[in-house]
Structures are given as structure tokens and as C-alpha cells.
């Protein structure tokens, strides 16, 4: 939506977002230029669609994420690749696409926000349960398992808030996702700038009510809280990362935020705010050993957070983590782009120090059993109705939670089967094949 923004006319787009279903390409008239744009573990899809286009004959662009942390694998499939974000050579690949001289790769680097453009809601389809926005950009936290420093660079950037307001007016639902990694920043000028954003958005009285990702230090500052209440806030997303001091030096995640922190009082003080908090948390870590997803669990629910969301540690292309974990031979699914799939951190790809493969999975099904207990789910909803909060969401998202523990293990079963073993051994193709169809015929 955002590169539509870029787009000036007499280009004509349309945009299909395969999170709906599947068009028949075929029957959809022959554009004049493609773009794709895919998370890592979507690549072997955009591919697909790549190569019908190519097939035709129409040149394929692809930029995002994937493109431009595995550069090569994607120059391979496409006819040109648009690295880091868009809004500087955007314009360029047009003029270029249009006079039929396309470069292999064009690197945008890092935007100014005063050059991002309204996003194209209009060209989405209807029926989305909540619309997405952008406000800033970058995190100067560069946590080693994660792509945002690298991709979006630590510099963190905002919008002219005219902008945001703007677009927010712009967009149909009701309910909003705020995509930003890191809401409002760490230093005083940038929570500064975000207490005058949600002013803002008070004072339009846009009728919307919108969730976000913050760093619990969004919890310091009672004014911001207030503001952010006023305009729409209703949950946030936070990275907790690993209950123990030895796990958040793992990941590199900056030890003044959490040191000497009282976490439930950080959460009670963000829920007081009619905010649900959703407490991210990752399994896998050096020194996680067995036993760590009861942990985690218990670490949650004293947390006092609403939703828990676990997920496995994954080396994704271009973070500390991957570097570190090639170079000690440590990533277990390596066979790309077709291993890609797995990349969506509910699986385990990599080897874990302390846990197998089958290890680390039940240390998963166990903190999730654990925190989405019947007991534990009735005591959180009846506190959130106690607080006046959205219990109902609450509900909602508790039921789902616990409702896709069965999926995952099912979800498990298949990986494993299709992975060949609990040994971490990798198969080879011809064997990957065998147990393929074994799975399939079983
Ligand atoms: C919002 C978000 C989500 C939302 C998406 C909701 C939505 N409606 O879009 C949800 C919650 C669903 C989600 C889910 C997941 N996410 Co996510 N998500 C994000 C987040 C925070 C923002 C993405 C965004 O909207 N950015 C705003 C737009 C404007 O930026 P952009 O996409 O980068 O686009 C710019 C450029 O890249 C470029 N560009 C992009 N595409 C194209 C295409 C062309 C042709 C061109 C020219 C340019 C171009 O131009 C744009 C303007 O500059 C990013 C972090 C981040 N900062 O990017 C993580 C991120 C993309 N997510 C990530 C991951 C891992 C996931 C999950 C796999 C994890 C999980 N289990 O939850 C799932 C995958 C879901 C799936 N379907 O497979 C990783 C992806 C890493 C990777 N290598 O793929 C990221 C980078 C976060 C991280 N920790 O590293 N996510
Ligand atoms: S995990 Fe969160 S805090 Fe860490 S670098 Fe990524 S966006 Fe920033």
C-alpha cells in the first residue's frame, strides 16, 4: 500500500494479497509490471508467482524483507530487486520499467519520513478485521534474533504527525494495528513527540481503537499512558523475551529496561489504562534447558499479562543470530528456498543447545498448556471484567490461543514426519521425498 502511495498516475495498480485466497492469475488482465513483496517465509510463494508473470513475459520487481536479507536467491527469480525501503528509488524503477530498461537491483537505503507517502488503503479489498498503519520506523535495540535494526536501521525515525493523522482518517476499520517494532521509543524527545502524536489523534476524534508493539518502558510514564488511552490505545504487544537475566544478555536486549524492573507492576500500570498486554516470548535459547516452558509460563501469568505468545528462537536471514548460528553450523533446515516455509518461528529450525528437537517442541506445548489452562484462562478474563477491560476480547483471545494447541500439535506431528527424525539429523532431498509421501500416505 505503501509503494502504491509512490505510484503516480498514469500508472494504473491493483493489489492482491494472497492472505485472502488464491486468484486465478490467468484470468486476470496482463499488467505491465509486477511487484512483489514477501516475509521470508513467503518467499516460495512469491516465487511462484514470479515465474508465471515471467512466463508471460511481464518483468517482475520484488522488494521487502526477504529481498533484501537474501539478495541473490531473489536476483535468481526475478527480474529486478529493490533492496531497503522504497521510497527513494521507487520513482527511478518506474521511469526505468517504463522505458524498458530495468537494472538487476536498486537499494532505496533508508527513507526520510517526510517522503512516505499516505498508504493506499482504497486499493484493499473490504473485510479486513483491522487496518494497518506505519509510524515510525527503526529500533536502536538491535536484538540479536531480529531484522529490524538491520533492515529499518537503529536510527528511530517518525512521521510528521499531520501524516499519520491523515492516513489514519484514511483508512475503513474501525480497529487499527500500529506496525510500528517500537511505538514510542526510549529517548525523552522521541516519547516527547509521541505524547504529541496521540494528542493528535485524541483531538481528531477519529472513533478508532488501535493496538500497537512497545518496549515495557512504555509503562514509565504515567502521561504517556493517559494519552495513549485517549487516543484508542487498547493493548499492546511487548517483548519479554525470556524470564531469566542470563536469557535477555543472550539476545543482547538492552539490560536498562528490564533491570531492577517490577514487571507486574509495569503491566498492571499499562492495563489500569483499559490496555490488554500481550507478552512475547521465545524458547530455545542458549540457556534454556528443560523445564524452560513451564517457566515462561509461570513468568507470564506472575507477569500478569493477558495473552502469551511463545514462539520458537529462529536465525532469520540477516540478524546476529543467523551469522552466529551459521558459523557454528547450528541451522538445522538449511535446504532453500524450499526450508523457507518453516521460517514462520512456529518451528524449530535451528539446533538447540540444551533441547532436541523433540525437546524443544514439548517445552512449547507445555508453557502453552500450562498458561492457557482452563484455571489460568477463567482467572485472567474475571480479572480483566474486575478492571472493567475489554474481557471479552480477552476471552476471545485466550479461547483462541488454548483452541490452537491442538492445531499446533498437529502441526508438530507433520514436521516432524516430514523432517525425517528427532535426532536433528537433515535428510537429503531424495530422502526428504520418501518421507514425504510416507507422511502423506499415512
Ligand atoms: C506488521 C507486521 C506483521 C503483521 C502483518 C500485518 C499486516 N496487516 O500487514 C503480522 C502480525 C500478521 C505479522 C506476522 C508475521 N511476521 Co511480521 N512484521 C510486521 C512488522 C512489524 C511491520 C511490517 C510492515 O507493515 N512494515 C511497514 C512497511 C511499509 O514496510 P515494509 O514492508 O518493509 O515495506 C517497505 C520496504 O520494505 C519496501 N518494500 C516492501 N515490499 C516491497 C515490494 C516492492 C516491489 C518494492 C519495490 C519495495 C518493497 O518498500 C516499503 C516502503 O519503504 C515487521 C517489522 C518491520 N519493521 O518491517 C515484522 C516482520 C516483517 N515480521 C516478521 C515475522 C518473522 C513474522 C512472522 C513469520 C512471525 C510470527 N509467527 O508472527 C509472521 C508471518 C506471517 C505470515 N503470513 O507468514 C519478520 C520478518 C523477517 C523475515 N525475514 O521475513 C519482521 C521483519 C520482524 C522481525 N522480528 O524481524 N507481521
Ligand atoms: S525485538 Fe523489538 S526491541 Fe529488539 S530490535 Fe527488534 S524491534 Fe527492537
Redesign the pocket.
Known amino acids: 500500500?505503501?509503494?502504491a502511495g509512490?505510484t503516480p498516475p498514469p500508472w494504473e495498480i491493483s493489489i492482491v494479497d494472497e492472505?485472502l485466497g488464491t486468484p486465478d492469475y490467468s484470468a486476470v488482465p496482463r499488467p505491465d509490471l509486477?511487484?512483489?513483496?514477501?516475509?521470508?517465509?513467503?518467499?516460495n510463494r512469491a516465487y511462484e508467482v514470479a515465474a508465471h508473470f515471467r512466463r508471460l513475459g511481464v518483468p517482475v520487481?520484488?522488494?521487502?524483507?526477504?529481498?533484501?536479507?537474501?539478495l541473490d536467491e531473489v536476483m535468481e527469480r526475478v527480474d529486478s530487486v529493490?533492496t531497503?525501503?522504497?521510497?527513494g528509488?521507487?520513482p527511478q524503477?518506474l521511469e526505468d520499467a517504463r522505458h524498458g530498461r530495468l537494472r538487476r537491483r536498486?537499494d532505496?537505503g533508508l527513507?526520510e519520513l517526510n517522503d512516505?507517502p499516505l498508504?493506499r488503503h482504497d486499493l484493499l479489498a473490504t473485510g479486513?478485521a483491522?487496518?494497518?498503519i506505519?509510524t515510525t520506523?527503526?529500533?536502536p535495540l538491535n536484538?540479536t534474533?531480529?531484522?529490524?535494526t538491520?533492515?529499518?536501521g537503529a536510527r528511530y525515525r517518525q512521521r510528521p504527525i499531520p501524516d499519520v493523522v491523515r492516513e489514519f482518517q484514511a483508512i475503513r476499520e474501525k480497529l487499527v494495528?500500529v506496525?510500528?517494532?517500537n511505538l514510542v521509543g526510549l529517548r525523552p524527545e522521541h516519547i516527547a513527540r509521541a505524547k504529541d502524536l496521540f494528542r493528535a489523534l485524541a483531538q481528531a476524534n477519529l472513533r478508532k481503537e488501535w493496538v500497537a508493539?512497545a518496549t515495557i518502558n512504555f509503562a514509565d510514564d504515567e502521561e504517556l499512558l493517559t494519552l495513549a488511552e485517549k487516543a484508542g490505545c487498547r493493548g499492546v504487544f511487548i517483548g519479554f523475551e525470556s524470564p531469566s537475566r542470563e536469557g535477555l544478555a543472550e539476545l543482547g536486549k538492552k539490560s536498562s529496561l528490564f533491570r531492577g524492573r517490577d514487571f507486574r507492576a509495569s503491566v498492571r500500570r499499562i492495563q489500569r489504562h483499559h490496555m490488554l498486554v500481550v507478552g512475547s516470548f521465545i524458547i530455545g535459547l542458549d540457556v534454556d534447558e528443560p523445564g524452560i516452558g513451564k517457566r515462561i509460563a509461570e513468568a507470564a501469568s506472575q507477569y500478569g499479562v493477558d495473552n502469551l505468545?511463545a514462539?520458537f528462537l529462529?536465525p532469520?536471514?540477516?540478524?546476529r543470530l543467523w551469522d552466529q548460528m551459521k558459523s557454528q553450523d547450528r541451522i538445522a533446515l538449511d535446504a532453500f528456498p524450499e526450508d523457507?516455509r518453516y521460517?514462520?518461528?512456529?518451528f524449530p529450525v535451528a539446533r538447540y543447545k540444551h533441547l532436541s528437537l523433540d525437546g524443544v517442541i514439548q517445552e512449547m506445548i507445555s508453557c502453552n498448556r500450562n498458561f492457557y489452562s482452563m484455571p489460568r484462562i477463567l482467572r485472567r478474563v474475571w480479572g480483566n471484567v474486575w478492571q472493567r477491560r475489554k474481557a471479552l476480547i480477552s476471552l476471545v483471545g485466550n479461547f483462541s490461543y488454548r483452541g490452537n494447541l491442538r492445531l499446533d500439535c498437529r502441526a508438530y506431528a507433520d514436521f516432524k514426519c516430514q523432517r525425517g527424525d528427532s535426532t536433528m539429523r537433515i535428510l537429503t532431498g531424495a530422502e526428504k521425498g520418501v518421507r514425504l509421501s510416507a507422511c502423506q500416505s499415512s
Not at 531497503?84 to 521510497?87: D, I, L, Y
Open positions: 500500500m505503501v509503494v509512490l492472505n509486477v511487484g512483489i513483496t514477501a516475509f521470508t517465509s513467503q518467499a520487481v520484488m522488494g521487502g524483507i526477504h529481498a533484501t536479507m537474501c529493490v531497503g525501503e522504497a521510497e528509488i521507487w524503477v536498486y532505496g527513507a512516505v498508504a479486513y483491522c487496518g494497518a506505519q520506523r527503526g529500533c536484538c534474533f531480529c531484522s529490524v538491520a533492515f529499518n494495528l506496525v510500528d517494532d508493539q505468545n514462539l529462529t532469520l536471514p540477516g540478524t523457507w521460517y514462520t518461528l512456529t
